[in-house]
């Protein structure tokens, strides 16, 4: 039977807009359309482990509206084991707003609500979790008492003291980042990037539409993206974390893992929202196929 | 008993957001505060009228989310008459979602959702009119058969065309702008302020904290500001137009109207959102005589 994976971080509530342009300063412009959406760094982990098949649990502050909103009833109905949610009945859910002009540039408002609360709380011992955006003092608090930590400092990362970045990093097994963060990771520990991997041991390292780069045991492993017609990059970064971390806790050699991870990747980006249209393991398995040959099961 | 007043335009459900920053384009930014506030200048007017106890009726295009947001019943409460909106029950009522930072700039995204149909309509035949902000295909249509016309085309004017404005203008019994929109009005429409003001009869230019100007036969009537603790100017400007309109049909001397349209717009700015501190008229009667010496009721 498979590891749970404890995904620590945000659900949130994301109202998406097109709008012709960017409002900056003073400006007041027209919104083409928008909806509402199911977000969340943490939360598009584990609904996107969850429909692959995967036993995950959600650990995120959420508000009283969290029930009436219908996400509760959403990460349910997919399986993502919510026993460990900490509810804060009197405060809102954590919201984004995120507006995208016809030039792809975005602003983006984001209003933490229940996960101001985050820092204060004494959290749970788990045994398998990915740190995904949300507060650094939890973050720190758990990674302590894990089994196994899987890190994403994500764009929070200045936010994070250097005291808690280097007490989570000590904890951290595996660390995924971008190319900027991870400059900016060896930035504030004043440590270069083999010290870096050589402490954690495992590095995956992202460039947007140029795939990935998994560093570990002296070896970079180059995954590419799989391409599909994108319609909305948002949510790419999240499912790849899914299908790397399912594939991980099913023993598939790394290379595969990210190459699952690129996979399941494809399928977030061709529709609007994070969590619309997420594959189950024999779809991944099918478009895997046909992009990378035969999927082995580990022996 | 009082004439009915018509008001034409938006009933919007607004968002109001405190940010630390504007988030120009890719940036992100958190949220302070957000709340959501019935407004739309035509609601914000009808429901100021109803407040002080005037009679007057809606008009505005809606969508399905309009009884179940509240602010149908609100309306209903304070009075207003519903009987002649535009109902569209497939589409999303307007709303307006305002971020302002710490430095009292603001970016706002406007989504007109039902009232992109008012063009399409045939507007009913009403008898005193005022057209606030919206679709001017509409607004010309209701002001040709209309038989007292009080126009202010707001920020919407640079969505004027110069057809549709010049058959507004040419109908209108009373026009109000700020100082910016009348220069615009002249732009458009290669007349001088002069000009303007012969073919209308009434012109009031409002100049924000520097109170307004009464331009009507010859004379201009300086009315000023009173003075209160600001909480947030949004509303203002709708609140003076419900008390000088209200004071008008009830038959007050222009400068009487102009000073009691001042003196609502002073309940406005206390309180954040459009329709949250607005006075009934004893309460606005009290303070009018504590600024500007007795209200005499005219013969």
Chains 1, 2 share one sequence.
Request: include cysteine.
């Amino acid at each position: 039977m498979d590891k749970v994976i404890s995904v620590v971080g945000h659900a949130a509530i994301d109202l998406l807009f097109d709008v012709e342009n960017i409002a900056v300063h003073n400006e007041s412009h027209p919104i083409i359309e928008y909806n509402e959406y199911y977000g969340g760094g943490a939360a598009n982990i584990a609904i996107a482990i969850a429909r692959l098949g995967g036993r995950c649990q959600l650990i995120s502050a959420v508000g009283g509206d969290f029930a009436s909103s219908g996400y509760e009833s959403e990460l349910e109905k997919h399986g993502v084991d919510l026993s460990l949610l900490h509810r804060f009945e009197n405060e809102k859910s954590t919201r984004a707003f995120v507006f995208t002009d016809r030039e792809h540039n975005q602003s983006t408002y984001f209003d933490w609500g229940a996960s101001v609360h985050l820092q204060e709380l004494d959290p749970p011992v788990v045994d398998f979790v990915h740190l995904a955006t949300s507060d650094s003092t939890y973050n720190a608090k758990i990674a302590k008492k894990a089994g196994f930590v899987s890190f994403d400092p994500g764009q929070d990362l200045v936010t994070y003291s250097q005291e808690n970045l280097e007490s989570i990093l000590e904890n951290t097994n595996m660390l995924f980042t971008n190319r900027h963060e991870i400059q900016r990771v060896c930035d504030m520990t004043g440590k270069c990037f083999d010290d870096i991997l050589e402490m954690i041991g495992t590095v995956i390292v992202t460039y947007d539409v140029k795939g990935s780069i998994i560093h570990h045991n002296g070896e970079a492993i180059s995954i590419p993206v799989v391409s599909v017609k994108a319609m909305d990059p948002t949510g790419a970064g999240d499912a790849y974390r899914a299908g790397f971390l399912l594939a991980y806790t099913r023993n598939y050699p790394l290379g595969i893992c990210g190459r699952i991870g690129a996979t399941v990747a494809s399928f977030a980006v061709q529709s609007i929202g994070c969590q619309t249209d997420l594959p189950g393991w024999e779809e991944m398995e099918k478009r895997y196929e046909e992009n990378f040959g035969e999927l082995v099961s580990p022996a």
